[in-house]
């Protein structure tokens, strides 16, 4: 069982910056990829940022050029670094692995991002 701790949410004004946490409970698990995704008020949860253990990443459009993912030495830590935010960035963010020993997806709780124009 792995369980993902997130941290790192809150309120920020249009254009400013917030840093994403999260931390795999347990190490040797395998994890990869690790990621984000986001849900906005009546809307699907849809995918932010995905980062695998080699360093390859992909974005959604939407925040390509603004939000930057990476990993932490251990491999079992994932950041994600929001710059130039937008109201439209105001969602739920939740932290996403994938054990390839256990074969299972894991979520974390989810940290609120709010972003006021």
């Known amino acids: 069982q792995v369980q993902l701790v997130e941290s790192g949410g809150g309120l920020v004004q249009a254009g400013g910056s917030l840093r994403l946490s999260c931390a795999a409970s347990r190490s040797g698990f395998s994890i990869n990829p690790m990621g984000w995704y986001r849900q906005a008020p009546g809307k699907e949860r849809e995918l932010v940022a995905v980062?695998?253990?080699?360093?390859?990443?992909n974005y959604a459009d939407s925040v390509k050029g603004r939000f930057t993912i990476s990993r932490g030495n251990d491999a079992n830590t994932v950041y994600l670094q929001m710059n130039s935010l937008k109201p439209e960035d105001t969602a739920v963010y939740y932290c996403?692995?994938?054990?390839?020993?256990?074969?299972?997806?894991?979520w974390g709780q989810g940290t609120q991002v709010t972003v006021s124009s």
């Open positions: 996403y692995c994938f054990s390839t020993r256990l074969r299972h997806d894991y």
């Open positions: 980062i695998t253990t080699g360093g390859s990443t």
